[in-house]
Each structure stands twice: as structure tokens, then as C-alpha cells.
């Protein structure tokens, strides 16, 4: 994932995901946080049963993947949420100090046996396989160890985790003990998502038992590894659509793709100069990274299930949001720009539109089954805590 993060990076095709800044008061403020959690926020005291791995991402405080998950397992799941890209959950513990000690002392590079040449004869682009191996693979043997230690202290049952494929140590971990691990699904899955999308459904190393999710479309819509089950958990945090403004188009930014989005929110803007066309970032973006064209509005603060839930139309191109938009009842159009194919599967089914031109915005549809994308809960079940 990190390597063809710096592909697509380094040839422009998209800019960084999920960009980090921080100023040198914001990095010693970590380090001393660090150095804290490691009496504070120590994970070894108590017994657990599970261990839960929430995102890091948290709108108004509440992690949406694990929260449900968390209250139903209550005292008996230790919550490990770290504290280095977000706030952690009141409560929780952490290894931070340990997760950036482990990435801190490494080679320069190591031979990475031609596969950055290799890589750049077929793209064009050179990418530091090399540094990137050098740093990762260490970090990843010191940390599983580390957890494996944590796990045999607690006799862990289960491991929760979201985003398992940048928690490859902790998942590597559990399988060394035969800890079973499951995966929640955290955004959108498709052929094209490196963590996901194993074409033949090979073996493959470190991978968790079981991905939980959030409705039977994502269920077989990539290849999974050999072996990996699918259990659909549902969507308890979405809202029930509201009452609809019908002249209002919500525009969904991602990093990746953001400049170019903007632009075609212009387009749209001067093509409906009645339509009210609001641009959202991501969690991961700032205010200061865009200026808004001439009619359209950058929303910020709220909710953006809540704007969703009031909106009419919706736009954007590979983000989650738009699944979420779509079981919201808004109008989806997909924007015609790098990523658009995650969405080919739901244009297919006729269930959003590729959008070319901004004339076709009023033509996009509606999905008329949103429980395939998002079901209602049924994790009380598949805890084997529903009702004889």
C-alpha cells in the first residue's frame, strides 16, 4: 500500500491520501504524550477477553466502526487506539511511544533485489523500494513481537481490528498465537483497493480470518485471500434521511483528487447558477488547501452523514461518502477523474451515474436498494448474544 501510495504520489496521478502536518510544537507535544501513555495509557495490566483496533478518525469524539462493538463487548475488550494521527478514545491504551521507537532506528536502505527498477520500467517511475523496506520491515518485526507479548498476557480470544492492512503487525501477531482476528470494514472496497483485492484469491501472509461488513455488496466485490470469510454486520451509524433540499449538491473531496474536483464543482456551478453547490472536505484536508471558485461554498464543521442526509444531489469520485450518500437517498454522480472505476460496479447496476459533462448532474439516479451497501445491525448475532 505505501508503495503505490508513492507511485501514484510521485507520478501525479493522485496526491497524498490522508496528508499529515506537523508543525515542530505539534512534534514535541507527541513525543511528550508518548512518554506519558507509557504509565498513563499502559495497554499490559487487567485481563481482556478481545482486543478492539479502532480508526483513528473520530467525527464529534465518536469512532462510528467500533463503537457499537465497543458497548456491546464493554469491559471485557481492551480498546487499543493510538494516539499519533487523531485523538484516542477516552479510556483507552495505547503503544505509541513503542510504534514510533520501532520506526526510528533503521538502515538508510537495503537491496531491494531490482524491484524499485523493475517497477520503474513498467510506470516510468522511480519509487524508493529500497528506504521503504529498510525502515518497514524492521518496525514490523519489533512491534509483532511486542504485541505478541500483550496478546499471550491477556489470552486474547478475539482480535477486533479497522484498517488492518496498516496493522499488519498486530494481525501478524494474533496469527502467530492462532488468535482469530476480525476485520471491520472502515470505507469502500473494490478490485482496486490494494488492501483488499488479491485477483485469484491467493494465500496470503498476515491477513485477518474474517472482514465484517457493512452490507452484502462488499462482500464479493473484490477477491479476497484464500480463506478470508464474509459476515455482514450492517450499519448502525447512519442517520435516517432527512427532508431533502432539492437545490442542494454536496460535492465530496479526497485528497488524491481534490484540485480537480473543485473544478468540476465550478462547471456545475455556472451550469446551475440556481443550484446551492457546497464543497466537502475530507477529515484529512484543510480550509487553507483549496479557493473556491465563483458559486461554490466550502462546507466545513457538522456532520457529513447529517449534509448527506439533507442533500438532493451528490458528487465525488472513489470516496465512501458516496455509498453512504447513496443509501441516504441523494442523487449520485460519479466525477470523471482518477479512481472513478471504484464506483463501476454501482454504475452498472445503474445505482449512480459517470458523470462527463455537468448537464448530466440532474440525471444521475437514485439507489433503490441501499440495504446492499448498508444493512441494519446484526452484530448481536454474530457476537452469539441474540435472543433464543
Not at 505505501?2 to 502536518?21: D, K, M, N, Q, Y
Not at 480470544?157 to 501478524?172: E, P
Not at 479557493?291 to 472513489?318: D, F, H, K, R
Request: aromatic residues 8%; glycine residues 8%.
Amino acid at each position: 500500500m505505501r508503495v503505490f501510495h508513492e507511485l501514484t504520489r510521485r507520478s501525479g496521478i493522485h496526491g497524498a491520501p490522508h496528508p499529515v502536518r506537523r508543525t515542530p510544537y505539534d512534534k514535541a507535544a507527541l513525543v511528550a504524550r508518548h512518554v506519558s501513555g507509557l504509565v498513563t495509557r499502559t495497554p499490559f495490566p487487567g485481563r481482556y477477553d478481545a482486543l478492539v483496533v479502532p480508526h483513528p478518525r473520530k467525527p464529534n469524539g465518536v469512532e462510528i466502526y467500533t463503537d457499537e462493538l465497543c458497548r456491546t463487548l464493554g469491559d471485557r475488550a481492551l480498546i487499543l487506539d493510538s494516539g499519533i494521527n487523531g485523538t484516542p478514545l477516552a479510556g483507552s491504551k495505547n503503544l505509541d511511544f513503542f510504534t514510533s521507537a520501532a520506526g526510528a532506528v533503521h538502515r538508510g536502505t537495503i537491496d531491494d533485489r531490482g524491484i524499485a527498477t523493475a517497477l520503474q520500467k513498467l510506470t516510468g517511475v522511480r519509487v524508493p523500494v529500497g528506504a521503504l523496506l529498510a525502515r518497514e520491515v524492521p518496525k514490523h518485526l519489533r512491534l509483532r513481537a511486542l504485541y505478541r507479548a500483550l496478546l499471550k498476557k491477556h489470552r486474547i480470544t478475539t482480535v477486533y481490528v479497522v484498517v488492518a492492512y496498516f496493522h499488519q503487525h498486530i494481525v501478524g501477531a494474533a496469527r502467530d498465537l492462532g488468535i482469530r482476528v476480525v476485520e471491520l470494514q472502515h470505507g469502500a472496497i473494490s478490485p482496486f483497493h490494494l488492501g483488499y483485492s488479491y485477483p485469484g484469491r491467493p494465500a496470503v501472509a498476515d491477513q485477518p480470518d474474517e472482514l465484517w461488513c457493512f452490507g452484502s455488496y462488499w462482500t464479493d466485490v473484490a477477491d479476497l485471500p484464500a480463506g478470508q470469510r464474509t459476515e455482514v454486520m450492517g450499519a448502525p451509524f447512519l442517520p435516517a434521511a432527512g427532508p431533502k433540499e432539492p437545490n442542494r449538491a454536496v460535492f465530496l473531496s479526497q485528497g488524491t483528487i481534490g484540485t480537480e474536483l473543485v473544478q468540476v464543482a465550478a462547471t456545475v456551478a455556472r451550469a446551475y447558477p440556481d443550484l446551492e453547490v457546497l464543497y466537502r472536505l475530507h477529515p484529512s484536508e484543510r480550509p487553507e488547501d483549496y479557493t473556491m471558485p465563483a458559486g461554490v461554498q466550502l462546507s466545513t464543521g457538522g456532520n457529513t452523514l447529517e449534509l448527506l442526509a439533507s442533500a438532493t444531489y451528490q458528487v465525488g469520485v472513489s470516496t465512501t461518502a458516496l455509498f453512504e450518500g447513496m443509501a441516504l437517498g441523494c442523487r449520485t454522480a460519479v466525477a470523471n477523474l482518477p479512481g472513478h472505476e471504484y464506483l463501476a460496479p454501482a454504475i452498472a447496476k445503474g445505482h449512480a451515474l459517470l458523470m462527463t459533462e455537468p448537464a448530466q448532474l440532474t440525471a444521475a439516479p437514485t439507489c433503490p436498494d441501499p440495504t446492499m451497501y448498508y444493512a441494519p445491525s446484526t452484530l448481536p448475532e454474530l457476537l452469539g448474544l441474540a435472543p433464543e
